[in-house]
């Protein structure tokens, strides 16, 4: 007789409700063992990316999507709109911050990711990627050695878990009042270039980790031409000979995380500069090699506007919002948990009400910091809120995936992206790593 099959349900939920650092190691070991004998594979998305930068495909851009919260239930439905899409461009990504916030750190996280595609029985390469991995300018400004030694330990941790895509945010170093735009960029190329090297140092034999760099921070103004050929510039030159650099830039083009919230609650409108957009990724391929522009904070912009990015040829988008808000409004969300999330809120979110906020401004921005609070209820909410919510959540995917032209490119993935193994060393003891909820998302 065969050994019983594995209930990768029941090993999700215990994963997901432990509270014990060791058992999630050994639940997530657990999962990742099944997934390399079904041929899923944590990978880097490097290989692709160098491709597109070579001018060797073009004409999609590749979702980077957010879970903080049913993520087991919403990675499936990703997976589903992948499969039925011939699809196999697509990033799961976690920011610095939504680790605190949502009581994700990524051992658990990757973990889920690979779970979901076990279940839908997803084969080949699944990205994982680190979001966000952001400086503290307050703290670099205070001690910057101390403050990049805590995002060293959270990249050590992240590339563990099989985080093999780390996108790196010192764009908060920028300096506006410098008269040069050198100048401006210096603490942003020069951090990014170490936090890079201190990557290569830590990937696994054989992985190439695809590394992001920011110019322009999400919320503040246009990125321009000038600063990307100055952020290159330094970068390349402040980054060790030999080494590989990053594979893509995240600019500013007008978007902010989470959008502009209304007193109603209602999202405002915002003009997203698509000429920015198709620019900066065209000089990005063709000075210097990249994949092209990244961008932010997009998951709030109107429907119609998401064709817009695969024809300005931008290589990757960031959604994180809009799925967050899908699943605290859908009809199918317990009306009482809700109400419970905005109790606890006015308690323990009271410091950031800011003067003037309505009620319907302070829950819809600070509602995501209750997810970690409730992920295990909401993780045990019945099977078939669960099912309904992800089934409008995969109605969106799928609209997604075909706004970005993301469709029947698997086997060009496949090209490009090398299945590897890695067998897990044990590792001597770093930094312990604070999920702190700080930095962007």
Not at 77 to 102: D, L, P, W
Not at 278 to 305: C, D, I, M, N, Y
């Given at each position: 007789m065969g050994r019983k099959p594995q209930d990768i349900d029941k090993i999700v939920m215990e994963l997901v409700n432990s509270d014990d650092a060791a058992a999630k190691k050994a639940l997530a070991a657990k999962i990742r063992a099944l997934a390399y004998k079904k041929g899923i594979y944590l990978s880097s998305i490097q290989g692709l990316y160098e491709a597109r930068g070579k001018g060797e495909f073009s004409g999609f851009t590749v979702p980077a999507v957010n879970l903080r919260s049913m993520t087991y239930d919403l990675a499936r439905a990703m997976f589903k709109v992948a499969i039925r899409n011939n699809s196999g461009a697509f990033i799961f990504e976690i920011a610095k911050s939504e680790m605190g916030y949502t009581a994700q750190p990524p051992v658990e996280y990757?973990?889920?990711?690979?779970?979901?595609?076990?279940?839908?029985?997803y084969k080949g390469p699944v990205f994982?990627?680190?979001?966000?991995?952001?400086?503290?300018?307050?703290?670099?400004?205070?001690?910057?050695?101390?403050?990049?030694?805590?995002?060293?330990?959270?990249?050590?941790?992240?590339?563990?878990?099989?985080?093999?895509n780390i996108d790196i945010d010192s764009s908060t170093l920028v300096d506006l009042a410098k008269p040069e735009v050198r100048k401006q960029q210096f603490n942003n190329y020069d951090v990014c270039?170490?936090?890079?090297?201190?990557?290569?140092?830590?990937?696994?034999?054989?992985?190439?980790?695809?590394?992001?760099?920011?110019?322009?921070?999400?919320?503040?103004?246009?990125?321009?031409?000038?600063?990307?050929?100055?952020?290159?510039?330094?970068?390349?030159?402040?980054?060790?000979?030999?080494?590989?650099?990053?594979?893509?830039?995240?600019?500013?083009?007008?978007?902010?995380?989470?959008?502009?919230?209304?007193?109603d609650g209602s999202i405002a409108q915002v003009k997203l500069d698509f000429d920015t957009l198709k620019t900066l990724s065209r000089l990005a391929r063709e000075e210097f090699g990249l994949a092209g522009a990244v961008q932010h904070g997009a998951s709030t912009l109107p429907a119609e506007a998401f064709h817009n990015f695969p024809a300005a040829e931008t290589a990757e988008v960031h959604l994180a919002t809009e799925f967050q808000n899908m699943i605290l409004d859908s009809r199918h969300f317990p009306a009482e948990l809700k109400a419970k999330i905005y109790e606890w809120?006015?308690?323990n979110a009271a410091s950031e009400r800011k003067e003037g906020e309505t009620e319907e401004q302070f829950f819809y921005k600070s509602r995501k910091k209750a997810l970690g609070p409730f992920k295990k209820e909401i993780m045990a909410l019945p099977k078939e809120i669960k099912d309904a919510i992800s089934s409008e959540i995969e109605a969106k995917f799928e609209f997604l995936f075909k706004q970005l032209n993301n469709v029947d490119n698997r086997e060009l993935v496949n090209k490009y992206i090398t299945?590897?193994?890695?067998?897990?060393?044990?590792?001597?003891?770093?930094?312990?790593?604070v999920h702190d909820g700080e930095g962007a998302d």
């Amino acid at each position: 007789m065969g050994r019983k099959p594995q209930d990768i349900d029941k090993i999700v939920m215990e994963l997901v409700n432990s509270d014990d650092a060791a058992a999630k190691k050994a639940l997530a070991a657990k999962i990742r063992a099944l997934a390399y004998k079904k041929g899923i594979y944590l990978s880097s998305i490097q290989g692709l990316y160098e491709a597109r930068g070579k001018g060797e495909f073009s004409g999609f851009t590749v979702p980077a999507v957010n879970l903080r919260s049913m993520t087991y239930d919403l990675a499936r439905a990703m997976f589903k709109v992948a499969i039925r899409n011939n699809s196999g461009a697509f990033i799961f990504e976690i920011a610095k911050s939504e680790m605190g916030y949502t009581a994700q750190p990524p051992v658990e996280y990757s973990a889920v990711i690979l779970a979901a595609a076990i279940k839908e029985g997803y084969k080949g390469p699944v990205f994982v990627q680190g979001d966000h991995f952001q400086v503290n300018a307050k703290k670099f400004k205070e001690d910057a050695e101390k403050e990049l030694g805590s995002l060293k330990a959270l990249i050590a941790e992240a590339v563990e878990a099989g985080f093999y895509n780390i996108d790196i945010d010192s764009s908060t170093l920028v300096d506006l009042a410098k008269p040069e735009v050198r100048k401006q960029q210096f603490n942003n190329y020069d951090v990014c270039a170490r936090l890079t090297q201190y990557i290569r140092q830590v990937q696994p034999r054989g992985i190439e980790v695809s590394v992001g760099g920011e110019i322009g921070e999400v919320g503040a103004k246009n990125s321009t031409p000038e600063d990307l050929r100055a952020f290159m510039q330094g970068f390349r030159e402040r980054l060790r000979k030999g080494r590989k650099g990053i594979s893509k830039i995240s600019i500013q083009t007008g978007t902010s995380h989470g959008g502009v919230v209304l007193p109603d609650g209602s999202i405002a409108q915002v003009k997203l500069d698509f000429d920015t957009l198709k620019t900066l990724s065209r000089l990005a391929r063709e000075e210097f090699g990249l994949a092209g522009a990244v961008q932010h904070g997009a998951s709030t912009l109107p429907a119609e506007a998401f064709h817009n990015f695969p024809a300005a040829e931008t290589a990757e988008v960031h959604l994180a919002t809009e799925f967050q808000n899908m699943i605290l409004d859908s009809r199918h969300f317990p009306a009482e948990l809700k109400a419970k999330i905005y109790e606890w809120l006015k308690v323990n979110a009271a410091s950031e009400r800011k003067e003037g906020e309505t009620e319907e401004q302070f829950f819809y921005k600070s509602r995501k910091k209750a997810l970690g609070p409730f992920k295990k209820e909401i993780m045990a909410l019945p099977k078939e809120i669960k099912d309904a919510i992800s089934s409008e959540i995969e109605a969106k995917f799928e609209f997604l995936f075909k706004q970005l032209n993301n469709v029947d490119n698997r086997e060009l993935v496949n090209k490009y992206i090398t299945l590897k193994r890695v067998i897990s060393r044990k590792r001597t003891e770093r930094e312990a790593v604070v999920h702190d909820g700080e930095g962007a998302d």
